[in-house]
């Protein structure tokens, strides 16, 4: 949720609601509420973080743009500052 008068905030959780519902809930047929529990599970574990690729994150997955921050913040890590 955003801070009370800043709306511009809730653009990036707007937008995850959106690509859900039109990558996943009006594409599908649930049978049940635990059927829709793990569709939307799947969907947020396969398809969006692992194949996904948002513009925002320069057409990498989430998981490969963890990966490479990861390693560059290693690397600055590593650097000796003397």
């Known amino acids: 949720m955003a801070d009370v008068g ?3 905030q809730n653009g990036y959780a707007e937008r995850l609601i959106r690509t859900i519902k039109e990558e996943e809930v009006y594409l599908s047929e649930y049978l049940d509420y635990h059927d829709v529990r793990w569709q939307l ?5 396969d398809v969006y973080i692992h194949k996904r690729i948002p513009s925002a994150l320069g ?5 490969e743009f963890e990966s490479l921050w990861l390693s560059r913040h290693l690397e600055l890590d590593s650097i000796p500052l003397s």
């Open 59 to 63: 057409y990498l997955t989430p998981v």
């Open 6 to 8: 800043a709306a511009w």
């Open 41 to 45: 599970g799947r969907f947020l574990d």
